[in-house]
Nanobody, 114 residues
Framework: QLVESGGGMVQPGGSLRLSCVASGFTFSDHDMSWIREAPGKGSEWISIIRADGSTYYKDSVKGRFSISRDNAKNTLYLQMDSLKPEDTALYYC??????????WGQGTQVTVSA
């Protein structure tokens, strides 16, 4: 099970920190992803952290977002800074990467608006 939290409404330029608590599997063994879906658009894998700790960012968020994990707490994080209106979306955490994601959370809404 994956449960996200931390979404909300923020002004452009603001920050949010998303969390995803995992249960029911060995969190440290798996690559984990943050995925977002904006209205009228498909799923977009914006960041991935491998089991070995290596990271990937989509160009649109590189330098503004930071993914991390705390294996002792079975928790995945996404620190989002310098938020833009185009970051508005439903954000999901997923087990796996952009090639194969087998479990998704329920999502947390992020709205960036003045």
């Amino acid at each position: 099970q994956l449960v996200e939290s931390g979404g909300g409404m923020v002004q452009p330029g603001g920050s949010l920190r998303l969390s995803c608590v995992a249960s029911g599997f060995t969190f440290s063994d798996h690559d984990m992803s943050w995925i977002r879906e904006a209205p009228g658009k498909g799923s977009e894998w914006i960041s991935i952290i491998r089991a070995d700790g290596s990271t990937y960012y989509k160009d649109s968020v590189k330098g503004r977002f930071s993914i991390s994990r705390d294996n002792a707490k079975n928790t995945l994080y996404l620190q989002m800074d310098s938020l833009k209106p185009e970051d508005t979306a439903l954000y999901y955490c997923g087990r796996g990467d952009n090639h194969y994601t087998d479990y998704w959370g329920q999502g947390t809404q992020v709205t960036v608006s003045a």
